[in-house]
């Protein structure tokens, strides 16, 4: 049974950090593209970074980039999103996913139609 389950969420005051993790059980993520999005209260799911399990390139959204890291550990078969500077905007359930290898390399980074398998989410609030 193929399941992902991410960790980490909690709440952090703005300028704080939080490392959300995502453990996949079922299969292992040796070639496969595994993102991180997130939804924030009354706003769509949008992407925030993805990575190729296969060499480790990243893709980041905008909003994250230079603050954001995700990075994956293959022999734990988990991927991991640190997250430093945080602002309130950054507040949202996250979710991690994965999708097909070629999801990466045809540029589709964070096209939520390609990726086939969800986590059930953790919560992220940052707020003093």
């Known amino acids: 049974q193929v399941q992902l389950v991410e960790s980490g969420g909690g709440l952090v005051q703005p300028g704080g950090s939080l490392r959300l993790s995502c453990a996949a059980s079922g299969f292992t993520l040796d070639y496969y593209t595994i993102g991180w999005f997130r939804q924030a209260p009354g706003k769509e799911r949008e992407g925030v970074s993805c990575i190729s399990s296969s060499d480790g390139s990243t893709y980041y959204a905008d909003s994250v980039k230079g603050r954001f890291t995700i990075s994956r550990d293959n022999a734990k078969n988990t991927v991991y999103l640190q997250m430093n500077s945080l602002k309130p905007e950054d507040t949202a359930v996250y979710y991690c996913?994965?999708?097909?290898?070629?999801?990466?390399?045809?540029?589709?980074?964070?096209?939520?139609?390609?990726?086939?398998?969800w986590g059930q989410g953790t919560q992220v609030t940052v707020s003093s």
């Open positions: 996913a994965v999708g097909p290898i070629w999801a990466y390399y045809s540029g589709s980074y964070l096209t939520q139609t390609l990726y086939d398998y």
